[in-house]
């Protein structure tokens, strides 16, 4: 995979564009700045604009050219994010070290997402806010008609709100919800998509 995504960052254009998504731009400027990690962050859209905000932010993603592209944009806006290159079993973080997370379609396999989801949420303060958008199991039958919606192919890998309350039990769940919308995010999201959104306080 780090193959696929440092051939798909390399390209001059912005794979999801230099925007923040719609939903972690709302529910990110809601909250009082403080420390913020991005996990598997790609080119860095959403890592920037929070510390444009003013969030002491950290990011990862197993793909270097997404480094580049992220620090090239935290560069235009005159912001600086601290991001790592490697995936989460590589990552150390401390233990209650931040106040958010955000999860932006990032979408693990089906086999690892319960444990990665699970410690991920270790490295949050207790009364943190953990803030997700990606895509549900509906959104099959978008991308199977339309490739640009971009999304997993593979059913397992998309999220059910079942499936987001058993990983993230351990929250006071704020807002949960399933919907269609349409996806203007680069190249890569586009058109009618099914997405779930997720707001939690982890208790």
Do not use: C
């Amino acid at each position: 995979m780090k193959e696929f995504w440092d051939s798909r960052y390399k390209d001059d254009a912005f794979a999801f564009g230099k925007e923040p998504n719609d939903y972690f731009k709302q529910q990110i400027s809601e909250l009082k700045p403080g420390k913020l990690l991005m996990p598997a962050e790609g080119e860095g859209r959403n890592a920037v604009y929070a510390a444009t905000l003013g969030w002491d932010v950290s990011a990862f993603d197993m793909s270097s050219e997404g480094k580049i592209k992220a620090e090239a944009l935290a560069d235009d806006l005159g912001v600086h994010i601290d991001y790592k290159v490697g995936e989460l079993s590589q990552i150390n973080y401390l233990e209650s070290e931040f106040d958010a997370i955000g999860l932006v379609y990032v979408h693990f396999p089906s086999n690892l997402r319960t444990k990665y989801h699970q410690q991920l949420t270790q490295f949050l303060k207790p009364g943190g806010i953990l803030i997700l958008e990606g895509f549900n199991k509906k959104h099959l039958q978008f991308n199977s008609v339309n490739p640009k919606a971009g999304g997993p192919k593979n059913i397992d890998m998309l999220f059910s709100s079942e499936e987001l309350k058993s990983d993230f039990s351990n929250f006071d769940i704020i807002e949960l919800e399933e919907k269609e919308v349409e996806l203007k995010e680069g190249l890569y999201h586009v058109g009618q998509s099914a997405v779930i959104r997720f707001v939690g306080r982890k208790k």
